[in-house]
């Protein structure tokens, strides 16, 4: 990476601070971050909803791909894993699509990485699932050591609700997994694209 011209800079501030001091890819504790140029737009089709285009260059004008202590960031991470796996098929919330983008954009930049494509890996952006109050349901929200959501008073029945608000259903038509199943919508089967 650090041998595309333009690529990468360097980057000494941090999410909550946004001064930008000048830094040398070689400084210890600055993290590397990929350019976007500003007129980037990153097309591809999504199978929940067609055609999108993400505004790059705006949404991520440079985003971290080795983090402050060394580590590789998620960006990068998940282009190399999905590719190691040989992922054809890339299920993510809706909140991901300009995470989806630049790592389409990313992966295009070096030749190591450009079988990470739409031509070859088919990917869908679902509608969130939320609690009562608009909450996204995710791990994020629960604690080390706790078994999250399922655990909760109420149990899994918060996650079957979610999944029925998001298929159209009115509330209390999914009490229990079985029934959830039953009222499951006829989707059209994923095919995997060629490679």
Do not use: C
């Not at 800079?9 to 941090?14: D, I, K, M």
């Not at 890996?121 to 509608?127: A, G, K, R, V």
């Not at 699932?129 to 604690?143: C, I, M, R």
């Not at 998001?166 to 079985?178: V, Y």
Request: net charge neutral; no cysteine.
């Amino acid at each position: 990476m650090r041998r595309v011209p333009g690529l990468l800079h360097a980057s000494t501030r941090s999410r909550t601070h946004g001064t930008e001091t000048p830094a040398d890819l070689d400084q210890p504790g600055a993290a590397w971050r990929a350019r976007v140029p500003a007129d980037t737009s990153i097309g591809f089709a999504d199978l929940w909803h067609g055609e999108t285009h993400q505004p790059l260059g705006h949404l991520m004008p440079d985003f971290v791909v080795r983090k402050k202590d060394g580590v590789v960031a998620y960006q990068l991470a998940s282009v190399a894993d999905d590719l190691r796996l040989g992922t054809t098929l890339i299920v993510r919330g809706l909140d991901l699509l300009p995470s989806t983008a630049a790592q389409l954009w990313l992966a295009a930049q070096l030749p190591e990485t450009a079988g990470f494509n739409a031509r070859r890996i088919q990917f869908l952006h679902h509608p969130l699932l939320t609690d009562a109050g608009g909450q996204k349901l995710s791990k994020s929200q629960q604690l080390p050591l706790e078994r999250g959501i399922l655990s909760a008073v109420p149990g899994p029945q918060v996650v079957y609700e979610a999944v029925a608000g998001l298929w159209g259903l009115p509330p209390g038509n999914a009490s229990a997994l079985a029934e959830l199943q039953l009222q499951m919508p006829d989707y059209p089967s994923f095919t995997a694209p060629l490679s």
